[in-house]
Every structure is written in structure tokens, then in C-alpha cells.
């Protein structure tokens, strides 16, 4: 399987699964240049207000575009940091929430370990039309289980690395999320880890995607989770000012 990404793909996924957004965003836009010609609004407010509009519609489509189709992230180059094992004995788990870029990537750097793939899409409770978007086009890797966030079907003590990547803020409830923590805890073994990508309601984020960093969670959110599930050593590092990437273990 080819897994080059297309050019600029995931701006373009953004645009895509997003359009309802930049479409009333759009129209928006129209209505006030038009209230302006009818009205006559003090210019200086006019631009303000189509200034702020156009930032709102362009820096997360920017900030995107460095994220997901420049910074390297889809090379998982940032994964050399963990040292982790490639081996017959070694059970990774990926755990989606309905859109898997990267379970095919993960096999082509740890071909050699066996690798489970698990996605916890509710579509009673996940229904933005951004994911069930994002739903129809994703690859669906070999083998992929859907589950609920209070189980995971695996044995106590039997994975060495869970990969939970830009999905787990999906998981909306803070006592859904310490569950569902708890179970990858339980699973987990005693020298294995969690690794956890996720964007931050923080400055950074505020300023690339305005109101819509109110979609992600705080770090003192995730620090929280983590320890109220009984992981006791979470380190956080920065891939790139937009993305946090946490490393819990037991």
C-alpha cells in the first residue's frame, strides 16, 4: 500500500470535513459587506470586523497546513525519542475515534510487532459533521475493532505501547475519559506506556484556531485524567507550539 501523503493533504482534510464551517463563514462575510454599502458603517469598525473574519477563516487552515503537511508528523520521526522496541514479543495498540491516518504508518515502522487496532466511534454520541466526514474516507486497517470507552478487550498487563493520536479529546466527558484511562492502565504493562498527541486549549492554540480551541482540552485536564487512572509519570513535550505530546506510564 502506498502511504505517501498527498500534497498539502491535511489542510485539505481540514477544509473538507470542516467546509460547513467556511461555508457559513462565507456567508457571513457577504452580509456584512453588504450591510456595510447599505448602512454605511464607520470604515475603521468595517475593516476591524472583515480583518477579524478573515484571520478567523485563514490561521487554522495555516496553522493546519504546518501541523499536519509540513512539521513531519506523519513521519513519526518524533517517536525516535521513546526508543521504542520493534519485536515479535512487543503488542502495540492504536485506539481511534473513527479517522485512522496512522495504523499503516505505525506497521511500516514496527513491521515486526504485532499491532491492534481499536476505534471508540459512538455515533450517538460523536455527531459533528466534521467526523462522520472524516468517517467515510478513513483507511481502515486489517483487523479493527470497534469498542466502548469503558472496555478495552485485552488481558491485564498485556501491551507495551497504547498510541492514543489526536484522538482522545473526542472523549468529551471528564469521568468518560478517567474510565477510559483507567482501562488503558489496566492493560498496560508495568514497563509499558501510553503516548497521547493532542492539540491544548491554550495561548497557541487560541491564536491559530480562535473559538475552536475550545474543542481541546487544558493540560491540566489530561494531567489530571492520567492520575486520577493511576498512571503515576507523565511527561509532556512540545511537537511544534500547537501540539503536546504526553508520555504516561504506570
Known sequence: MDLTRRKFQGVLNILSFNRHFYVFGGIALALIIVSYWLFNWPSYFFWIVIAAFIYGLIMPLIVSAYVYDFSGYYRFDWLKQYNLQDGEDQLFLNINA???????????????????????????????????????????????????????????????????????????????????????????????QVILVEHLRDFPNFLAFSVGFTHFFSRKTWKKAYTAAGFTSIKETKFTPFMSVFNCKP
Open 98 to 192: 473513527g479517522f485512522d491516518e496512522t495504523s499503516f504508518i505505525l506497521h511500516q515502522h514496527f513491521p515486526k510487532t504485532t499491532l491492534r487496532v481499536f476505534d471508540f466511534y459512538n455515533p450517538q454520541q460523536h455527531t459533528e459533521p466534521a467526523i462522520i466526514r472524516a468517517r467515510k474516507v478513513s483507511m481502515l486497517y486489517p483487523g479493527t475493532q470497534e469498542i466502548k470507552t469503558d472496555t478495552i478487550p485485552l488481558p491485564d498487563q498485556s501491551v507495551d505501547v497504547i498510541f492514543l493520536l489526536s484522538a482522545a479529546h473526542e472523549i468529551r466527558k471528564q469521568e468518560e475519559k478517567i474510565r477510559f484511562l483507567q482501562e488503558c492502565f489496566r492493560v498496560c504493562k508495568p514497563g509499558g
